[in-house]
């Protein structure tokens, strides 16, 4: 089976219509007394987890929409975000 | 004539001093010069499948040393003259063609950062020059150099001391020649967790029992950063999927390796006759070893349309890796910081071959005097934070006619 990700706005659609955002984290930092390294710690530094993540996607070849969905990256596949799973 | 074991099995012994995370290139040169040259032969390399497995089987084996910045030409110059030395010295083929590697540019833009990356290897004594279209079609006949492509060829960069060294055979030659000095290669051995007491390593913890060591080198390839995290240690990695493929045999038509920025793609023929072939990486971070056909039709057109006369030729098989992406596309070399006897040897993204045996031999060196050796100094992890990038994506196959 090929590999899909879900726009809310045109449904499961092949994953190579979409542009990874990166993963989820959280609001951009404070300017206000900001050090390099907490800086590159928020853009540089990854969680890389092995296993379910949140993730921004971006419908690049379709509506042009941004979005948050949950991916395994030990499956490559879309997932339900883990609460409604379990 | 019965079969001969390459490397000795040997029991999972309760202590080392030193253990490396991975058995692929670079745990296996870290142990072997660890023990050839420092003397420190207890020495255990742990791998979760079998040597080979990662990266280091996985690879279109392409060596080279014209990288954009002099830090990294510095160490893959001395990687790729490496090569003669240790086939003699653990005396194994590891099938060196050092054909030349031609890079295709197809805009003013790559023409330009090619000037620059010629410029940097002629200042270090690495040969590396400039063609134009019709140079490049005299070194491969079979280049399509006509406009009717997407991308017209330009010009390109050659390399000539570059080419293809057959990646297996080097696994195999340096777990050899480790295995010689007394290091313990534990295949099927996963590593669970990393120990650490008052910000120093104490060994490993594993699906077969608990080690001590005080020095620990995290050589796990594409798998690197899932490691860092057992020690509490985030890296600006992503793992991020990469396919290449193989044809079927051919006739010889292509006698050096191939690569083009924007066409991502690069080829060679195989001594076989097969035009092995890699493409770009899935931008978004996978564990996964997985295939798509999507890379298959992309290599298909590319490679067409470079190379016209592969037009309708089969592949025969597929596979992937995982690339670890720093965000200046050059590794991770870092040692006792922030925990004392932990190394990290990791973001190679699909660098990573060619400079396998090297770095293992200065990993080793710096694990066995706890002292940074000057040529790995570009690449401390703690660059990201001062914010002082390498260049190295600065490198003409960034540019294309995009931009
Ligand atoms: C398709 C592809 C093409 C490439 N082409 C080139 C090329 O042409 N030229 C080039 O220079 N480089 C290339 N590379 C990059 C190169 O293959 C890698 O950078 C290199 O192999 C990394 O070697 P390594 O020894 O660091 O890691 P690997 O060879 O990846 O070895 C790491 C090992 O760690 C093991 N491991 C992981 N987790 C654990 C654990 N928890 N416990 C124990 N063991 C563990 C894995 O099983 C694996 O065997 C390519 C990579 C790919 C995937
Ligand atoms: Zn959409």
């Known amino acids: ?86 | 004539m019965g079969s001969k074991r390459l490397w000795k099995k040997t029991r999972l012994k309760k202590s080392y001093d030193a253990v490396m995370i991975g058995g692929g290139i670079h745990g296996l040169a870290a142990a072997y010069f660890l023990a050839r040259d420092h003397g420190i032969t207890n020495v255990a390399v742990i791998e979760r499948r079998y040597i080979g497995f990662g990266g280091s089987g996985r690879n279109t084996a392409i060596v080279r040393a014209n990288q954009r910045t002099q830090g990294n030409v510095r160490l893959y110059d001395e990687g790729l003259k490496l090569w003669a030395t240790l086939i003699r010295e653990l005396d194994f083929n590891m099938m060196f063609y050092n054909c030349g590697n031609l890079n295709t540019l197809h805009s003013e833009a790559a023409m330009g950062a090619a000037r620059l990356a010629v410029c940097t290897a002629q200042l270090s004594g690495v040969r590396s020059e400039l063609l134009d279209r019709k140079q490049c079609k005299e070194l491969i006949p079979a280049l399509n150099i006509e406009d009717n492509i997407t991308y017209p060829i330009l010009g390109g960069m050659y390399h000539p001391p570059g080419g293809i060294v057959r990646h297996d055979a080097v696994a195999w030659a340096l777990a050899k020649g480790a295995s010689r000095y007394g290091v313990h290669i534990h295949q099927n051995t996963e590593v669970t967790n990393i120990n650490v007491e008052k910000g120093k390593v104490t060994g490993i913890i594993t699906n077969k029992g608990t080690l001590k060591s005080p020095r620990v080198l995290i050589c796990a390839g594409g798998y690197g950063a899932l490691l860092a995290q057992m020690a509490g240690i985030k890296l600006p990695i992503h793992p991020l999927t990469i396919q290449a493929m193989v044809t079927q045999p051919l006739k010889p038509i292509l006698n050096h390796v191939i690569s083009s920025g924007a066409y991502h793609v690069y080829a060679n023929q195989t001594l076989k006759g097969e035009i092995a072939t890699g493409a770009h990486m899935d931008p978004w971070p996978n564990y996964t070893t997985n295939t798509t056909p999507y890379y298959m039709k992309h290599q298909a057109e590319a490679l067409t349309e470079l190379l016209p006369c592969l037009k309708g030729v089969k592949f025969m098989r597929h596979w992937a890796g995982i690339a670890d992406m720093t965000p200046d596309m050059a590794p991770i070399l870092h040692g006792n910081d922030p925990i004392e006897g932990l190394y990290l040897d990791v973001g190679w993204g699909y660098f990573g071959f060619k400079s396998g045996p090297i770095t293992g031999k200065y990993m080793a060196e710096y694990m066995a005097k706890a002292r940074r050796p000057q040529i790995l100094k570009p690449f401390s992890l703690r660059r990201f934070e001062q914010f002082r990038h390498t260049g190295e994506t600065a490198g003409a196959f960034s540019y294309g006619p995009w931009n």
Not at chain 1, 49 to 61: A, F, P
């Open chain 1, 1 to 86: 089976m090929s590999y899909t990700i879900t726009c809310p706005i045109c449904g499961k659609r092949d994953l190579y219509e979409f542009r990874f955002g990166n993963e989820e984290r959280g609001p951009y930092p404070n300017q206000k007394g900001l050090t390099p390294r907490a800086y590159s710690e928020a853009v540089q530094m990854h969680e890389a987890v092995g296993g379910i993540q949140k993730e921004w996607w971006y419908h690049r070849d379709g509506c042009g929409v941004w979005f948050t969905t949950w991916r395994d990256t030990l499956t490559g596949r879309e997932v339900l975000q883990p609460e409604e799973t379990s």
